[in-house]
């Protein structure tokens, strides 16, 4: 019998059906990501495997009796507050940096954003899944993902000539969708940490007029990446309806945490140690909510 966070509707259709033994979500979190990325990861791995339209109960007496049986909307709230906390610490970061943020950098709080977005939506999904190929479709949802997460990799050395050496090859192949993703964070932190002072480097490099082709340049491939991240992101949900994965309230919850962490991420862009102190307390918070949470999984 499946989790209710993992029904699926069975089609005749399908190719490559792994066994049911395959039925563990996906696990997003992964040592690449830095310290509030692993941390939110964490509680919206651990959100989604809630059931839907139940009570969960703690998965032992003691922790009923420490604990007690909190209610599924009282879950969701905890859910939503963190993605309050989320928000308001990019806005608030957001005014902080207000006049200071190149278009360079604005161009990749974008790409961020699109990133964790494209990212947010595989939370949840089992494992079974990620090589199902329908009639109608191009190709399965690990070879949509390698096509998404590689292309950080395969930009950077077209933008810069040092990327290619930082930039950390997507692999590919049967894996764990925390090892894919694993490599892709990598890529895409080259990417951003390439770039997020560009028109400094090339203030020091070129002169003026050099200067302002080289940003245009790359702000306009950034532009471009981002286009075919968000292009990725809706085959990406078109593919998954396809396959019959059905995203459930708690999935959907962890969904927008994952759009939250990408715009504090995305404020953060060339000015991370300035803002890193501010994270901590909603690292620590997140934490004591994943604990918590994971007694009713």
Do not use: W
Not at 12 to 23: E, H, K, M, S, V
Not at 256 to 281: H, K, N, Y
Request: proline residues 5%; positive net charge; glycine residues 8%.
């Amino acid at each position: 019998m499946l989790d209710r966070t993992e029904q699926h509707i069975e089609r005749p259709q399908l190719r490559g059906i792994p066994p049911r033994c395959a039925d563990r979500p996906s696990r997003i979190a992964n040592d690449a990501m830095k310290p509030l990325a692993r941390m939110v990861a964490r509680f919206c791995g651990t959100l989604a495997r809630l059931p839907e339209h139940e009570a969960p109960s703690a998965r032992s007496g003691a922790c009923a009796r420490t604990v007690g049986h909190a209610a599924a909307p009282d879950l969701y709230s905890q859910a939503v507050r963190i993605r309050r906390h989320l928000v308001d610490l990019g806005v608030g970061i957001d005014l902080a940096r207000s006049g200071t943020v190149t278009s360079t950098q604005r161009a990749l709080q974008q790409l961020q954003h699109a990133y964790r977005n494209l990212q947010g939506l595989m939370i949840g999904v089992p494992e079974r899944l990620l090589d199902i190929h329908p009639e109608s479709e191009r190709r399965s949802v690990r070879q949509l993902l390698q096509t998404a997460l590689s292309g950080s990799r395969l930009q950077a050395p077209t933008l810069h000539a040092t990327a290619s050496a930082a930039a950390s090859p997507c692999r590919s192949g049967a894996g764990a969708l925390s090892a894919m993703f694993e490599s892709g964070e990598l890529s895409h932190r080259s990417l951003v940490e390439t770039f997020h002072d560009m028109p400094d480097r090339a203030r020091r490099h070129s002169p003026k007029d050099g200067e302002a082709l080289a940003t245009l340049i790359i702000n306009a491939r950034l532009d471009h990446l981002h286009k075919q991240m968000l292009a990725h992101r809706a085959e990406l949900s078109e593919l998954l309806k396809a396959i019959g994965h059905r995203r459930t309230m708690p999935m959907r919850l962890a969904h927008g945490i994952f759009l939250a962490l990408g715009q504090v991420e995305g404020a953060m862009i060339g000015a991370e140690s300035r803002f890193e102190t501010r994270c901590q307390p909603l690292i620590d918070l997140i934490g004591v909510r994943t604990n918590e949470l994971g007694r009713y999984c």
